[in-house]
């Protein structure tokens, strides 16, 4: 696109009267008229109305089969932050607010984000659609049901739940040991109540009783499945590849030797295909699953990564939580399976959340405090130094807040600048494209440098508590790793099956390098205590749970659900 083209977008926004900054982000986007998807698709990437599946005016499933992305092939952009606190750092913010200002200096770019799950929409975390003036449209769409997506990836999940227990009750021709099943079944909401069930109850009409429970659905296998696969075809050869369980003689038994795979696939045929819409300036977004980072692996599907390459000049995407999950996870697996690198890093930070690692209470944070800001900037480092690691020398980006001082901000840029790293501050929350300039810029001279060399933090012959020991003695500052005796015969078992190549998942609290939420900073020589290991199959890696972390989250207290209702004309209250 020309800058022409760009400033025309940005004078028609200047037009819109925005409400201001610090307004709720749903009256923000309410105030910017969207494009028709199919001019977005047309006007920004080049792609004819006959390669969307529209979904009403402003959303679309983009047809994969009808894409001709090998004319162009993009650089990639991985935003990422310190660790996260309640203060906010804003990734999703930072990554839109990003490309919008790459789009505003005359470079073509996209960005490829996940999909909210309803679970944090209606809990405590909100939803994952930016904020401010940095936001992507239809925000109301996307926080709730969007295309369907997580949806279809529920039924699928549940369906081949159905399947286990109905050939148990026909006479287990496999002869599955219904204490064994490992597959259990999912919903999209936190509800805690489910984490433990019990399944089969009334008599023999009603199946075999047998233990079970609930993961939430970002947590499936087959959400990391969907954002891993290559195609319908490699969708299919991961889902069949599925261990469902064992049988009397202590083998495997997976999805494909049930006959489930074919009708999963089913259910995913629409599903499969990324789904575009835009953000406040109407650059393209495009927004396809939505695996957590604390207990999966935490980005978008490989398959919307490589169109948005081949559609746009640089793609913009992040990594969930912080780079001790998200980052480490889109190199260690994403890269690893797909063959996708990053091109350039952004790791995101703000006073605020370095004077909680600081030890600030919540209450306390608009105070001036340049010592808390100097003592939670170990946070920072660490995390600096981590992604040094992998051959990325990361541009920061100051997320800035009103009650920032410029004393505060200095501590920062010296840290960065002492470590090498570029340093930027970014005001896109309140100013849009024009705030998150200096770091588009920034980003730019990255990335027309060369690309780096970007290594793995463990090569795959290494056994699987070796790969947990380097990433927590490398990335988190432990001493060691603590297998507890149900996580060491999951651990002999995996080796033993052959799946001791695959990479691994840490599945632990993101608010802390350990396994305890409250540890702040950047502590060391703690233990890093693995509770059990599953085996993902098809996915391709093994998740290993530490700590206290859950594959069911909760609701808080206070639940954001009880605040979200319609008002007389029928507009959505309270979200976000």
């Not at 490309?99 to 996940?114: E, F, K, M, P």
């Not at 002869?175 to 433990?196: E, F, G, K, P």
């Not at 440098?449 to 012959?461: C, H, I, N, R, T």
């Amino acid at each position: 696109m020309t800058n022409n083209h760009n400033n025309a977008v940005l004078a028609e926004l200047t037009m819109t009267v925005l409400p201001p900054p610090g307004a709720p982000d749903i009256e923000i986007a309410r105030a910017v008229k969207p494009w028709p998807i199919f001019e977005v698709a047309q006007r920004k990437l080049g792609v004819a109305a006959h390669a969307l599946i529209p979904y009403g005016h402003y959303k679309a499933k983009l047809d994969l089969a009808q894409l001709d992305t090998s004319k162009k092939q993009g650089k990639l952009v991985l935003v990422t932050a310190i660790t996260p606190t309640p203060a906010g750092e804003g990734k999703t913010t930072t990554s839109i607010g990003l490309t919008d200002a790459l789009n505003a200096i005359g470079v073509s770019a996209s960005v490829c984000l996940r999909e909210p799950s309803l679970g944090p929409c209606f809990g405590v975390k909100g939803g994952a659609a930016g904020g401010g003036r940095a936001q992507a449209i239809p925000m109301e769409d996307l926080n709730l049901h969007f295309t369907g997506d997580f949806h279809a990836i529920t039924s699928a999940h549940n369906l081949l739940a159905a399947l286990i227990d109905n050939h148990i009750h026909w006479g287990n021709e496999l002869n599955l040991d219904s204490r064994r099943i490992s597959w259990r079944r999912v919903m999209d909401m936190n509800d805690r109540a489910l984490r433990h069930t019990l399944v089969g109850l009334g008599g023999p009409a009603h199946g075999q009783p047998r233990e079970s429970g609930f993961d939430i659905t970002v947590a499936s296998e087959i959400m990391a499945i969907l954002c891993l696969a290559d195609d319908r075809k490699d969708l299919q050869r991961r889902l069949g590849n599925i261990i469902i369980g064992r049988n009397r003689d202590n083998k495997t038994v997976t999805a494909r030797e049930l006959g489930a795979d074919g009708a999963m696939t089913v259910l995913l045929k629409e599903a499969i295909q990324p789904n575009l819409i835009q953000t406040l300036e109407h650059n393209p977004a495009l927004i396809h699953g939505g695996p957590f980072a604390n207990i999966a692996h935490g980005c978008n599907s490989v398959m919307a990564t490589r169109t948005a390459l081949g559609l746009t000049d640089v793609v913009v995407t992040e990594a969930g939580f912080g780079a001790d999950l998200g980052a480490e996870k889109f190199i260690d697996i994403k890269c690893r399976l797909s063959g996708l690198k990053p091109d350039a890093a952004v790791l995101v930070c703000t006073v605020r959340a370095l004077k909680m690692q600081g030890g600030i209470g919540k209450g306390d944070l608009d105070a001036p405090n340049v010592e808390a800001v100097t003592k939670g900037a170990e946070n920072l480092v660490r995390h600096i130094e981590n992604m040094q690691q992998f051959g990325l020398n990361p541009l920061v980006a100051i997320n800035r807040f009103p009650t920032d001082t410029d004393e505060e901000l200095t501590v920062i840029k010296d840290v960065c600048l002492g470590l090498g790293a570029k340093v930027e501050e970014a005001h896109h929350w309140a100013e849009g494209s024009a705030g998150a300039k200096a770091v588009a810029e920034g980003v730019k001279a990255i990335l027309d440098s060369g690309s780096p060399e970007v290594k793995f933090l463990y090569e795959d012959a290494m056994p699987i508590d070796e790969k947990i020991r380097t990433i927590a003695t490398r990335l988190y500052g432990a001493s060691d790793v603590q297998f507890n005796i149900a996580a060491q015969k999951q651990l002999d078992e995996i080796h033993q099956q052959g799946f001791g190549h695959l990479p691994v998942c840490i599945a632990k609290t993101p608010y802390s390098f350990t396994a305890d939420p409250h540890m702040l900073g950047a502590p060391t020589d703690h233990v890093l205590p693995v509770r059990e290991l599953h085996l993902m199959a098809g996915a391709g890696f093994v998740v290993a749970i530490c700590g206290d972390v859950m594959t069911m989250p909760g609701l808080p207290k206070q639940p954001a659900a009880l605040s979200i209702s319609l008002d007389d004309n029928g507009e959505i209250v309270g979200l976000f």
